[in-house]
């Protein structure tokens, strides 16, 4: 699913500025991020998640998450990227996604197990309605950022702490993020397809001529 997408807001993963940060708030060196992972006095695992969904920084969050040649993140990457939370309760995909750090973003729902409808403390809002936040800002960038989403299968249907659902968030001037997010809700009301539909039918009457 990895793809290239520019954002105003992303930051080069070559970028001096793509470096975690110390407990300090000093830049971490990059031949020191390895030891940062397991040095008390150097950021978290959870800490360097953020910092790498908030800049954009593949090659942090590769190194955090030890992503192989193949794409594949070591075991237990999916709990960690699960409960690593910001000062707000942000999750790093809600990170990723308030950031437009498009390409962290979908490197993180590539991680088998991790959670695509987390919701954060302060609004109770999942990912995807933090992407039609962002659509305030970046309406075009945000609208590839929801389709990453929903791709992924976040649910278009969940209400935040203002009973919200995504689609409520949406601004009148964004008809086209309205229209993906209606056909994402009639989708997920329909459930399986027309075709997964009649398959489950051709096994059920398949069951009854054997019985």
Same mark, same amino acid.
């Given at each position: 699913?990895?793809?290239?997408?520019?954002?105003?807001?992303?930051?080069?993963?070559?970028? %001096? +500025?793509?470096?975690? #940060?110390?407990? &300090?708030?000093?830049? *971490?060196?990059?031949?020191?991020? !390895?030891?940062?992972?397991? @040095?008390?006095?150097?950021?978290?695992?959870?800490?360097?998640?953020?910092?790498?969904?908030?800049?954009?920084?593949?090659?942090?969050?590769?190194?955090?998450?030890?992503?192989?040649?193949?794409?594949?993140?070591?075991?237990?990457?999916?709990?960690?990227?699960? %409960? +690593?939370?910001?000062? #707000?309760?942000? &999750?790093?995909?809600? *990170?990723?996604?308030?950031?437009? !750090?498009?390409?962290?973003? @979908?490197?993180?729902?590539?991680?088998?197990?991790?959670?695509?409808?987390?919701?954060?403390?302060?609004?109770?809002?999942?990912?995807?309605?933090?992407?039609?936040?962002?659509?305030?800002?970046?309406?075009?960038?945000?609208?590839?950022?929801?389709?990453?989403?929903?791709?992924?299968?976040?649910?278009?249907?969940?209400?935040?702490?203002?009973?919200?659902?995504?689609?409520?968030?949406?601004?009148?001037?964004?008809?086209?993020?309205?229209?993906?997010?209606?056909?994402?809700?009639?989708?997920?009301?329909?459930?399986?397809?027309?075709?997964?539909?009649?398959?489950?039918?051709?096994?059920?009457?398949?069951?009854?001529?054997?019985?």
């Amino acid at each position: 699913m990895f793809k290239s997408l520019s954002s105003k807001k992303s930051t080069p993963a070559s970028s %001096s +500025s793509s470096l975690p #940060l110390s407990k &300090t708030g000093s830049p *971490v060196p990059s031949d020191a991020t !390895s030891a940062t992972l397991g @040095d008390s006095d150097g950021a978290k695992p959870s800490e360097l998640l953020i910092e790498a969904s908030r800049r954009n920084n593949i090659d942090l969050l590769q190194e955090v998450l030890g992503i192989s040649a193949d794409g594949e993140a070591r075991p237990g990457s999916a709990e960690i990227i699960n %409960s +690593s939370v910001d000062a #707000l309760g942000n &999750t790093p995909l809600h *990170v990723a996604v308030l950031n437009g !750090s498009y390409e962290c973003l @979908d490197m993180l729902l590539d991680v088998e197990g991790v959670e695509v409808d987390p919701v954060n403390r302060m609004e109770g809002n999942t990912p995807l309605h933090c992407a039609v936040v962002y659509a305030e800002e970046e309406p075009e960038h945000a609208i590839a950022i929801v389709d990453m989403l929903i791709d992924a299968g976040c649910d278009p249907r969940i209400r935040n702490k203002q009973k919200d659902k995504p689609i409520d968030l949406v601004l009148a001037t964004n008809p086209e993020l309205r229209k993906i997010l209606q056909g994402a809700e009639m989708a997920a009301m329909m459930g399986p397809s027309g075709e997964d539909q009649e398959a489950g039918q051709d096994v059920e009457d398949s069951g009854s001529e054997s019985e």
